[in-house]
T-cell receptor, first 111, second 109 residues
Framework: EAQVTQNPRYLITVTGKKLTVTCSQNMNHEYMSWYRQDPGLGLRQIYYSMNVEVTDKGDVPEGYKVSRKEKRNFPLILESPSPNQTSLYFC??????????FGQGTRLTVV | KQEVTQIPAALSVPEGENLVLNCSFTDSAIYNLQWFRQDPGKGLTSLLLIQSSQREQTSGRLNASLDKSSGRSTLYIAASQPGDSATYLCAVRSNDMRFGAGTRLTVKP
């Protein structure tokens, strides 16, 4: 079954404690992307990757890092989380002109 | 940079009405356009995908059209039902994938 898997689904953490949200896809897609969704602001792109070792900033990259060492994984790293990074996060993958698939979302709360 | 706009931001209709949601984009060099549905606090459910070479796609009561040259897409929902209440998002895929802010639809019984 085609799938994008994010972990964890829910996370509460404290300011400054490094965390990683994992994203994995089983469709051999080249394109992967991270978004955050906040009330009234819609889905905003954080980073995207067109292939292994190729990453680009989206609209809101500050405070985030990503890596794409292998095709199937695209982790999102928050080196020093702050309360303004409290949000709902989505990972997506796609291939050329085909349908994009989304993970179930990660609800992050930074206190 | 691709800009995607959806209007209206919110729409409330009585059950049974046909309705149209609009999506516009600024750069016509796209691979495809995808419509999603999102229930509050939930993930994205893909509704329809239109390739750049296509004019429309249909699934049940949903019909999506694409006019790439004018940078517009519409999502037509026939005979709306209360279960259609959700936020509808359009996403345009070029080098990356960019979303509109969504239309929040309420269908009243």
């Amino acid at each position: 079954e085609a799938q994008v898997t994010q972990n964890p689904r829910y996370l509460i953490t404290v300011t400054g404690k490094k965390l990683t949200v994992t994203c994995s896809q089983n469709m051999n897609h080249e394109y992967m992307s991270w978004y955050r969704q906040d009330p009234g602001l819609g889905l905003r792109q954080i980073y995207y990757s067109m292939n292994v070792e190729v990453t680009d900033k989206g609209d809101v990259p500050e405070g985030y890092k990503v890596s794409r060492k292998e095709k199937r994984n695209f982790p999102l790293i928050l080196e020093s989380p702050s309360p303004n990074q409290t949000s709902l996060y989505f990972c997506a993958s796609g291939e050329g002109s085909t349908e994009a698939f989304f993970g179930q979302g990660t609800r992050l709360t930074v206190v | 940079k691709q800009e995607v706009t959806q209007i209206p931001a919110a729409l409330s209709v009585p059950e049974g009405e046909n309705l149209v949601l609009n999506c516009s984009f600024t750069d016509s060099a796209i691979y495809n356009l995808q419509w999603f549905r999102q229930d509050p606090g939930k993930g994205l459910t893909s509704l329809l995908l239109i390739q750049s070479s296509q004019r429309e796609q249909t699934s049940g009561r949903l019909n999506a059209s694409l006019d790439k040259s004018s940078g517009r897409s519409t999502l037509y929902i026939a005979a709306s039902q209360p279960g259609d209440s959700a936020t509808y998002l359009c996403a345009v895929r070029s080098n990356d994938m960019r979303f509109g802010a969504g239309t929040r639809l309420t269908v009243k019984p």
